[in-house]
């Protein structure tokens, strides 16, 4: 569905759509990969990836107790979520997924053999996490359970207690828990979303560098946890793609740095502003509810006054404007787009005024 809406989109069209930030990678991670080109030899590193980098994300997640052993460098964390699924997923395992969610979850689940399950996030609190329909849909042959924090594609973020509820769920039942964190470094509150890890020894963290340092196309991710888990995986891993990308991987060590952290502030700030921005000119010129996210850059706008999903982001194509329908990860963000911060005030603002002028020529 989200191919069928990008294929179709005209040129001169504004990209509320996107999934990636618009923001040129710090120049502490470009001038290391300036140097490093330049200067060293960079041949394969381990599968697993470079030591010193292992050490740094194990020494960021406390239940890995400083053990790299416990970590693999992964092509972006797309390929630690394949990664992980295949290594824990058998034919006929069930995974419980959120919804909405992640719209490649289902799609590798079912490549593993394995059947997508789902648990509520009710749109009608605001996508929030409902600890009993939960309990409900963890049935015994439940092998692994899915949560994203923030979501993708909703940006709400589990509190410690729901993370605690979820963790209290599953050391009863024993299923394996994937924690998609690979948006927790772009949050909105006053502290940085808790990790599941926290709450839950049998986690598998999923993380990167993507989002947080506008470092997509340097494919550059990582998963963490169960040395037995992490072993299967770098079987996987060795014949995928035998290590992740050396120049990226050398780069990376500067994200632990002061210079780092001044830059990941930097972007909260900037895509902060911009969340504060959009929500104002849709409530403003659109008089249309949408979701405050906690972090990740997206918010859900209910359309559902105007038709589908679908039907509502063809008709801002035809304004030229992209969004991307809410059906698109599932039946709960049904009647909502997702609609990106990834731009400037100057395109939010008109990506606004042609929803406007779309919204004003459908009969409701």
Not at 31 to 44: P, S, T, W
Not at 113 to 132: E, R
Not at 157 to 167: F, Q
Request: hydrophobic share 40%; aromatic share 8%; charged share 25%.
């Amino acid at each position: 569905m989200i191919r069928q809406v990008f294929d179709r989109a005209r040129p001169g069209s504004i990209n509320l759509g996107l999934g990636e930030p618009d923001l040129p990678t710090p120049d502490v991670i470009r001038r290391a990969a300036a140097r490093i080109v330049l200067e060293e030899q960079n041949g394969y590193t381990s599968h697993a990836g470079l030591p010193t980098l292992r050490e740094k994300v194990a020494s960021s997640y406390p239940y890995l107790d400083n053990n790299a052993e416990r970590v693999i460098i992964t092509a972006g964390s797309e390929e630690a979520l394949y990664l992980t699924v295949m290594a824990l997923i058998d034919e006929g395992d069930e995974v419980l997924l959120p919804n909405p969610g992640f719209v490649a979850y289902p799609a590798i689940i079912r490549m593993a053999g394995g059947v997508p399950a789902y648990y509520k996030l009710p749109a009608a609190t605001n996508f929030s996490f409902d600890a009993d329909d939960f309990r409900r849909a963890l049935r015994p042959r439940t092998k692994v359970v899915v949560c994203i924090s923030p979501s993708n594609p909703t940006g709400r973020v589990l509190s410690k207690n729901d993370l605690g509820l979820i963790g209290e769920a599953l050391r009863d039942h024993g299923a394996y828990l994937i924690s998609d964190e690979i948006y927790r470094e772009l949050y909105y509150g006053a502290e940085r979303p808790a990790s599941a890890s926290d709450f839950y020894d049998r986690t598998i963290v999923i993380g990167g560098l993507s989002k947080s340092m506008s470092m997509t196309g340097w494919r550059l991710g990582w998963m963490c946890g169960d040395e037995s888990v992490i072993r299967a995986a770098l079987i996987l891993h060795g014949y995928v793609t035998t290590c992740a990308s050396t120049v990226s991987q050398k780069s990376a060590l500067v994200s632990w740095t002061d210079e780092a952290a001044q830059a990941r502030a930097d972007f909260r700030g900037t895509f902060s502003a911009r969340r504060e921005h959009l929500l104002s000119e849709i409530k403003k010129e659109l008089g249309l509810k949408a979701v405050a996210p906690d972090g990740a850059f997206y918010t859900m706008v209910d359309v559902s006054q105007y038709g589908t999903s679908l039907e509502v982001a063809e008709r801002f194509l035809e304004e030229k404007v992209i969004t991307v329908p809410g059906a698109a990860f599932g039946s709960e963000s049904e009647g909502f787009l997702r609609v990106s911060f990834c731009a400037d005030f100057e395109k939010l603002t008109e990506g606004v005024q042609r929803m406007k002028k779309a919204v004003s020529t459908i009969s409701r």
